[in-house]
């Protein structure tokens, strides 16, 4: 008989990151030259700012995590890094 929804285990793993680390990672990507989020992950990150993130996750744990900084990280960048809108909207 197999278990319905409500029967089965749900885990909930507490994240090692906090939700500052994992926003700081993703703002270095996206002001950095790597071209995919993968390589920069697991090449730039996992390397060279193991000192500065001791509690570093693994990629897929990583990805798992996103989701819930994703709200924080858009205001961010609404407030901060796209700037003020003078107008005028120039699009190359």
């Known amino acids: 008989m197999p278990l319905s929804d409500s029967d089965k285990k749900k885990y909930h793993r507490s994240s090692r990151m906090s939700d500052s680390e994992i926003i700081t990672i993703l703002i270095g990507f996206h002001f950095g030259t790597f071209l995919n989020f993968k390589q920069y992950y697991l090449f730039y990150v996992q390397k060279h700012l193991r000192g500065e993130l001791p509690d570093l996750v693994s990629y897929n744990r990583f990805v798992e995590l996103e989701s819930?900084?994703?709200?924080p990280f858009v205001f961010f960048l609404k407030l901060i890094c796209f700037g003020q809108c003078t107008g005028i909207t120039y699009v190359e």
């Open 68 to 71: 819930k900084v994703f709200i």
